[in-house]
C-alpha cells in the first residue's frame, strides 16, 4: 500500500479515539450508573424493533426543532486531536426526529475505485480503504438536560436503525447521547502544540468560556437559541410563521466530562449551503418492509432497511446492507471454535466497522490457520458488509 493508503487505514481508528476523548469516555461513563442499557445506539436495532419504537416516540411528539437542517463538520475534537472539513466530508442531515449522518474522508481513492465494477471486483486493500467510511441513520430523541436545566440546552440520544459500524456481535456499548449549545461564544485563543488553554470562568453550561488549542480553528459561531414551534403545527392551525431559519452553527458536546469537568469531544456543525428552508421544509421516509420470516417461508431473501431524508434542498439516501453472509461467517466462527478448542486464536481486537472488515481480510487480524474460516466466505462476508449504501445530493 502507498504511504496515503496507510494513512488512510487511520482514519477510523483517529475517529474514534477524538469521539471517546483518547479513551476517557468509556472509563468515565459506567452502565448502570451514567446511562441505561436502553440509551444505546444498537439497542432497539438489535432487537429489531426500531419500527415500533420509533412510531411509539412519535405519536408521542418527542422532537425537537433546535437543529433541524443541513450540516457540515468543520472541527471535530478531543483527546488531543482534531479532525476538520479539510480531511473529512461531512453531510448531517437532521429533521424533529430522524437523521442521516454520512462522514467520508477526504483521502478514500475514489476516482481509483469507480473503475471497478461492483465489489467483487475490488483488491482486499481496496475493500479495507472502502471499509474507511461512516454512514449511519436513526432517530434523534431529545431531552432536557436535568445538569444545565436552567439553561434551556437540550440533550440528544440517537439511536441507530442502519449503521456502517454496527455487528450484532459487537454493539456499541456507550451511547451516542450528546448536548447542543447554539449561544454566542468567544473566540477561542490559539494555544501550542504543547498544551491547551482554558478559562477559569465558566459559562451557564460549565464550559470554560474560552479555549485554545494550536491548529483549531477560531469558534466563531452566531446563533440563536429561539425555541420554535414546528412550522407545519403553526400553519395546521392558523399561525403565522416568521419564516427565519434556526441557528446557523451550533456545537455538539459529549454528555461524559473528563477530570478536569470538559466534555471529552466536541464537534461544531454549520449548515451547508444552500441555507434557504432548511427549518421549513423537511421529510423523513422509511422503506416498509415485508418481515424476514415471511419472506424466508417463500424462499425469497430479507429486503433491506432504508431511509430518506430531504432538508431544504438537501436529500441523502442509506440503504442498509444485507447480513446473510456477514451472518453465516459467524455461525462458521462458532463451529470453527467448536471443532479446534484451544488451538482457535481470535483476532486481538474485535468489533464492527472498518475492525471488522480488516479482521476478515488482513492477515494480521483474521490469522487464516487460527481462524478455521476459508478465505471464500470471508471475501464474501466483508463484499455484503460493505454493501451498505450512503448517497447525498443538492437540488
Same mark, same amino acid.
Given at each position: ?186 473566540? &477561542?485563543?490559539? *494555544? #501550542?502544540?504543547?498544551? !491547551? =488553554? %482554558?478559562?477559569?470562568? +465558566? @459559562?451557564? /453550561?460549565?464550559? $470554560? ?33 416568521? &419564516?427565519?431559519? *434556526? #441557528?446557523?452553527?451550533? !456545537? =455538539? %458536546?459529549?454528555?461524559? +466530562? @473528563?477530570? /478536569?469537568?470538559? $466534555? ?132
Amino acid at each position: 500500500m502507498s504511504t496515503t493508503d496507510q494513512k488512510l487505514l487511520q482514519w477510523g481508528s483517529t475517529q474514534g479515539h477524538i469521539l471517546t476523548g483518547g479513551g476517557i469516555l468509556e472509563a468515565q461513563s459506567i452502565p448502570g450508573v451514567h446511562f441505561q442499557e436502553e440509551h444505546l445506539a444498537h439497542y432497539w436495532l438489535k432487537k429489531r424493533v426500531t419500527k415500533q419504537i420509533l412510531r411509539q416516540w412519535l405519536d408521542r411528539n418527542f422532537r425537537s426543532m433546535s437543529i433541524v437542517g443541513a450540516w457540515d463538520r468543520p472541527l471535530f475534537s478531543g483527546g488531543w486531536v482534531e479532525s476538520t472539513k479539510h480531511d473529512t466530508e461531512s453531510f448531517n442531515l437532521q429533521t424533529p426526529s430522524i437523521f442521516i449522518d454520512m462522514r467520508i474522508p477526504k483521502l478514500r481513492p475514489t476516482a481509483q475505485i469507480r473503475t471497478r465494477e461492483n465489489l467483487a471486483s475490488c483488491s482486499d486493500d481496496e475493500l479495507r480503504l472502502l471499509a474507511r467510511q461512516h454512514c449511519f441513520s436513526g432517530y434523534s430523541f431529545p431531552e432536557p438536560d436535568k445538569s444545565i436545566e436552567k439553561s434551556g440546552a437540550l440533550v440528544f440520544t440517537r439511536h441507530h436503525i442502519i449503521d456502517w459500524n454496527y455487528h450484532p456481535a459487537f454493539p456499541r456499548s456507550r451511547p451516542n447521547r450528546w448536548w447542543v449549545q447554539t449561544k454566542d461564544v468567544e473566540n &477561542g485563543k490559539e *494555544g #501550542t502544540d504543547s498544551f !491547551k =488553554e %482554558f478559562s477559569t470562568v +465558566r @459559562d451557564k /453550561f460549565n464550559n $470554560p468560556v474560552s479555549a485554545g488549542h494550536a491548529g483549531s480553528p477560531r469558534l466563531n459561531s452566531r446563533a440563536s437559541n429561539k425555541v420554535r414551534t414546528c412550522p407545519a403545527i403553526l400553519r395546521a392551525q392558523g399561525l403565522p410563521w416568521n &419564516g427565519k431559519e *434556526g #441557528t446557523d452553527s451550533f !456545537k =455538539e %458536546f459529549s454528555t461524559v +466530562r @473528563d477530570k /478536569f469537568n470538559n $466534555p471529552v469531544y466536541m464537534e461544531r456543525w454549520e449548515r451547508r449551503e444552500p441555507k434557504a428552508q432548511q427549518q421549513g421544509k423537511y421529510l423523513a421516509l422509511r422503506k416498509v418492509r415485508t418481515c424476514p420470516a415471511i419472506l424466508r417461508a417463500q424462499g425469497l431473501p430479507p429486503q433491506k432497511d432504508s431511509v430518506l431524508v430531504m432538508v431544504g434542498q438537501h436529500w441523502l439516501l442509506a440503504i442498509d446492507r444485507d447480513y446473510s453472509a456477514v451472518e453465516e461467517h459467524a455461525a462458521q466462527v462458532e463451529r470453527c471454535k467448536a471443532s479446534l478448542g484451544s488451538s482457535f486464536v481470535a483476532p486481538k481486537a474485535q468489533g464492527g466497522g472498518p475492525l471488522f472488515v480488516d479482521n476478515l481480510l488482513s492477515s494480521e487480524g483474521s490469522a487464516n490457520a487460527s481462524t478455521g474460516v476459508e478465505y471464500a466466505l470471508r471475501r464474501r462476508a466483508a463484499e455484503d458488509y460493505l454493501s451498505l449504501e450512503g448517497s447525498y445530493s443538492c437540488a
